[in-house]
């Protein structure tokens, strides 16, 4: 029996059951409590589908079982779907309205993890900032930082990530709480998606270049250790050339540490695609591209070299993979990290690391004492 799940399961539903008749089930998101009941009736042979969008599903009470883990990393979901309406993105058509899950089993989630040896938790959420529950029993609400805080106090050893941020969204206050506490990680991933203003309205983005700006600014003056990563759209709809060299400007402003990029590909059914037109050529989208990978690639090998000669704290996750003499760990700041095995420690430990290299991926050193 073949079933597609997940928040494509919607937009494709009618090819792969009935126009293909490729799979036997097609469960949405938000349904998933649905499956025994559909693997029933696709064993009775009639078709089994359910992509129905829920304004209150969170799957609060359901911990994952995680196959695939190395036992140190986790990530914990504290929200679904999403209420901006991006004009290139499809999630708030496939993953439905945000709603934002119980604090206390996330917290429960957390420190079961954290008992059961996870040292690594990464909040996720489509845009974590605008994380709020409200009690049903005395109306109290809990907001994003508020609830990092809570996460952070489970354990001085449990390291606390999130993603991903919005940059209109994103508080002073959650900033603060992220200075705070050590065991919160000094990384955001804040996507800028454009350097240009008319472009990241046409992207509706809600901000424009200087708000970013401001909030990169906020970001390195609370936390000055702080490493910023970004996604980046090239070739949206009308972009000149001008516009894209606005792009290239703010990454070299921000020094992200590293970047997502794309070239701007229409996806059916969003804003973009039913108001605005998909016309700067391929080969321009390919080169500008090009030029902002050129630059990242560069700014990621600065921003690495800058760490050579300091010690960090690094979480041990495994061996490294390219050869089991050696340990990849990561840095708060999220840099992947490789250095010489010993007997003494394991993966789930933390250990200070002398960097010595560096590539624009990869910091290189050696361990020194605890
Ligand atoms: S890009 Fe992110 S914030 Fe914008 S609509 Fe998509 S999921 Fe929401």
Redesign the pocket.
Known sequence: MIGVLGCMAERMKSKLLEEEKLVDIVVGPDAYRDLPKLLNQAEEGEKSINVLLSREETYADISPLRLESNGVVAFISIMRG?D???S??V??FTRGRERSRDVFSILAEAEDLFNKGYRDITLLG??VDSYKWTSPDNGLTVNFAQLLEKVANIHPKLRVRFT?S?PKDITDEVLHTMAHYDNICKYIHLPVQSGNSRILDLMNRTYDREWYMDRVEAVYRIIPDCAISSDVITGFCSETEEEHLDTLSIMQWAQYSMSYMFFYSERPGTLAARKLKDDVPEEIKKRRLQEIVELQRNISLQHNLKDVGKIFEVLIEGDSKKSDQFFKGRTSQNKMVVFPKTDSFKPGDYVFVKIEDATGATLKGVMVQN
Do not use: A, E, G, K
């Open positions: 999403c901006n309406m991006c290139f993105c999630v708030p489509q845009n991903t919005h």
